[in-house]
């Protein structure tokens, strides 16, 4: 079935370790985008990738990266959590940016402690 | 900056009535707004949208209204249904590299 998978489902983590949440997407879409979902704070952009081999900060970048290889791979790294990086985290794709939907992965529970 | 306003930020229905979510939008420039629906522990999924050279869209018992004078959109859900019962949210982009989303309506259906 096309679309996007995140990895792992859930994590417990310590702090300052890394990590890094896989999204892979086999829906040719170019853009692709990391948000982090808290309660009451609805969805918060982290980084976005408008096509293959580009990466753009969003709202909330600090203490995250990611790298856009190729068309399919999305992942987001944490180089070293921190107790307020618990969240969801949910990966989405876009055939064309932001002017089209979005398909959103499942989302990755992270709990850093 | 820019900004989306949702509201109300809770609503509660009774089965087989209508519920009505509404946002308004601050850059001019916008031109597309998409909906999303958010069932407890699921990701978002888009369930209609509608783009600033329309002024309404309908999916059978969802409908999606477009003031673009005065800047707001609104979400119709008629008939409502115990399935119906999530989180909404709503958005706006003018096809930079991201959406402006809204902050939610978690929208209960009372059997």
Request: hydrophobic share 30%.
């Given at each position: 079935t096309a679309g996007i998978t995140q990895a792992p489902t859930s994590?417990?983590?310590?702090?300052?370790?890394?990590?890094?949440?896989?999204?892979?997407q086999d829906m040719r879409h170019n853009a692709m985008y990391w948000y982090r979902q808290d309660l009451?704070?609805?969805?918060?952009?982290?980084?976005?990738?408008?096509?293959?081999?580009?990466?753009?900060?969003?709202?909330?970048?600090?203490?995250?990266?990611?790298s856009r290889a190729n068309t399919d791979d999305f992942p987001l790294t944490l180089a070293s959590a921190v107790p307020s990086q618990t969240s969801v985290?949910?990966?989405?794709?876009?055939?064309?940016?932001?002017?089209?939907?979005?398909?959103?992965?499942?989302g990755t529970r992270l709990t850093v402690v | 900056g820019e900004n989306v306003e949702q509201h109300?930020?809770?609503l509660s229905v009774q089965e087989g009535d209508s519920a009505v979510i509404k946002?308004?939008?601050?850059?001019?420039?916008?031109n597309y707004f998409p909906?999303?629906?958010?069932?407890?522990g699921k990701r978002p999924q888009l369930i209609i949208d509608i783009r600033s050279n329309v002024g309404e869209k309908k999916d059978q018992r969802i409908?999606?209204?477009?003031?673009?004078?005065?800047?707001?959109?609104?979400?119709h859900i008629t008939e409502t249904q115990p399935?119906?019962?999530?989180?909404?949210?709503?958005?706006?982009?003018?096809?930079?590299?991201?959406?402006?989303?809204?902050?939610?309506?978690?929208?209960?259906?009372l059997a």
């Open positions: 994590q417990i983590l310590a702090a300052g370790r890394s990590m890094t949440l896989r999204c892979t009451g704070l609805g969805l918060r952009l982290i980084h976005y990738s408008n096509t293959a081999g580009t990466t753009g900060k969003g709202e909330v970048p600090d203490g995250y990266s990611v985290y949910f990966c989405a794709s876009s055939a064309q940016g932001s002017n089209y939907g979005y398909t959103f992965g499942s | 109300p930020s809770t946002c308004t939008y601050s850059d001019s420039a916008s909906w999303y629906k958010q069932e407890l409908a999606v209204t477009l003031n673009k004078t005065a800047k707001h959109f609104s979400l399935e119906d019962s999530a989180v909404y949210f709503c958005a706006a982009s003018k096809g930079t590299y991201k959406y402006i989303f809204g902050t939610g309506t978690r929208l209960k259906v």
